[in-house]
């Protein structure tokens, strides 16, 4: 959306790890139950990544699309490239299905998570190191699992550093399984801390490379990168407030805050210092 004034384009960005499609369905599956207000905004700045800016154009741009679709005139439908998220809306509306969800983890991230679930620290250990993960998960999967391997191995070295955010996401994704099955104080206790320190250096090393640029754009990625980031120091937060570190849960804030995420009015995110 250009903010500088009327343009015909009608376009907006999603997180990668999300689409367009997802984003409309949200929003209708949102209005036919009558959802909160609060809600939607929550989940289309984090899960989908739009600033309020573009929150107030996606809302807008599906009563678009449903309207022209209710004139059942073909020449009406929305461009899909101008207007993409009208014309996806004029498609459900005209009973088009919704395209089936990718998954974006692999099965072997899949199989990882179930065995943190179910308790067993050891199995899932052995399976993160196993050939399996090392040839079928994607790159940040196998971080996240060395990551895994080094915090519940109780390693004297301390924490590591992440290398990037889909690495440090994903272990606050294991965090979260083990978090959930039966309890393994030590281990989860452990991986809390590693957490921790994968968001704070990951964090930390975008605000070093922003260098006095300390907003992204909307859209871009060092934005998507910084909505990531902070929900999992929210996540991460709650998992230490479950487990009855509140200082722990004070620090993973603390780290929120330190990562900076600010929606404003002039569309940007800001990485503080």
Request: glycine fraction near 10%; hydrophobic fraction near 40%.
């Amino acid at each position: 959306m250009n903010p500088d004034g009327w343009t015909d384009d009608l376009s907006i960005t999603v997180d990668p790890e999300t689409t367009l499609d997802e984003l409309v369905d949200f929003i209708l599956e949102h209005q036919s139950r009558r959802g909160a207000a609060s809600e939607l905004f929550e989940v289309l700045t984090t899960r989908f990544g739009l600033c309020a800016e573009d929150v107030e154009l996606a809302l807008d741009r599906v009563g678009g699309g449903r309207t022209r679709a209710g004139t059942k005139q073909p020449e009406n439908a929305p461009d899909p490239v101008k207007d993409p998220v009208a014309h996806v809306a004029y498609r459900r509306a005209r009973g088009a299905p919704a395209p089936a969800r990718r998954d974006r983890r692999s099965a072997a991230w899949g199989e990882l998570v179930r065995r943190a679930k179910g308790g067993d620290v050891e199995g899932a250990t052995a399976f993160a190191r196993s050939e399996e993960m090392a040839s079928r998960a994607t790159p940040e999967e196998q971080e996240a699992a060395r990551l895994w391997c080094h915090a519940v191995g109780a390693a004297r070295e301390g924490a590591l550093a992440a290398t990037s955010s889909g690495a440090a996401v994903r272990l606050v994704e294991l965090a979260t399984a083990l978090a959930s099955g039966p309890r393994q104080e030590r281990a989860l206790g452990n991986l809390l801390l590693q957490a921790g320190v994968a968001i704070s250096s990951v964090g930390e090393e975008r605000i070093r490379t922003r260098g006095p640029e300390r907003c992204a754009p909307a859209g871009t990625p060092a934005w998507f990168d910084a909505i990531r980031l902070s929900e999992a120091a929210r996540e991460l937060g709650r998992l230490f407030a479950g487990s009855g570190d509140f200082e722990g849960e004070g620090r993973a804030v603390q780290l929120r805050g330190r990562i900076g995420l600010r929606c404003s009015d002039s569309a940007t995110i800001a990485w503080e210092a």
